[in-house]
């Protein structure tokens, strides 16, 4: 089946460590984006991919860096320069070469934790 | 910059009809999207609205309004089912997406 892999699905970060977040599709989508979202909160960009080995910054990148060094797969690394990093983080991906009606598809989403 | 206004709550009860107003202020603008997430869930899309009028699928209906910078989410015969949080994102020209804080919908018996 075609879909979107976020992995783990709950991660645990101590002080001063970093921690990679996976996201993995085989829709062949050319966009991927992460998100953030924190409790009774909307979906805040992190950062976001159009095509492989370029990015952009969204919103809130800070303390987060990304890699996009395959059409597959797009990383998000929490990085110990985020100083409140528990939140529930979403990857999403989007037919790019589509134009017109481009929903986003989500993974599952990966709950991140201090401990 | 970009910014999207929708109430925090709706409450209604089931069999009624329910409207979700979203107003966005936004750069180079493409379209307007609505997901529907529930408690845990990862969010599911909706509805796609890049020319003005209704677009209509199954109960849910949706509407733009590009002169007005306004759209809206209408979710008919309402089931308790459709408790659940509801979102509007712009979709830019950049192909960047912007969500709304989102509207919780409470549907009771």
């Known amino acids: 089946d075609g879909g979107i892999t976020q992995s783990p699905k709950y991660l645990f970060r101590k002080e001063g460590q970093n921690v990679t977040l996976s996201c993995e599709q085989n829709l062949n989508h050319d966009a991927m984006y992460w998100y953030r979202q924190d409790p009774g909160q909307g979906l805040r960009l992190i950062y976001y991919s159009q095509i492989v080995n370029d990015f952009q910054k969204g919103d809130i990148a800070e303390g987060y860096s990304v890699s996009r060094e395959k059409k597959e797969s797009f990383p998000l690394t929490v990085t110990s320069a985020q100083k409140n990093p528990t939140a529930f983080y979403l990857c999403?991906?989007?037919?790019?070469?589509?134009?017109?009606?481009?929903?986003?598809?989500f993974g599952d989403g990966t709950r991140l934790s201090i401990l | 910059g970009q910014s999207l206004e929708q109430p925090s709550e709706v409450t209604a009860v089931e069999g009624a009809i329910v409207q979700i107003n979203c107003t966005y202020q936004t750069s180079g603008f493409y379209g307007l999207s609505w997901y529907q997430q529930h408690d845990g869930g990862a969010p599911t899309f909706l509805s796609y609205n890049a020319l003005d009028g209704l677009e209509e699928t199954g109960r849910f209906s949706s509407f733009l309004s590009r002169s007005d910078s306004y759209g809206y989410l209408l979710l008919q015969e309402l089931q308790m089912k459709d408790s659940a949080s509801y979102f509007c994102a712009v979709l830019d020209s950049w192909g960047k997406f912007q969500f709304g804080a989102g509207t919780q919908v409470v549907v009771t018996p």
């Open positions: 999403a991906t989007t037919n790019a070469q589509v134009k017109g009606n481009q929903p986003q598809h």
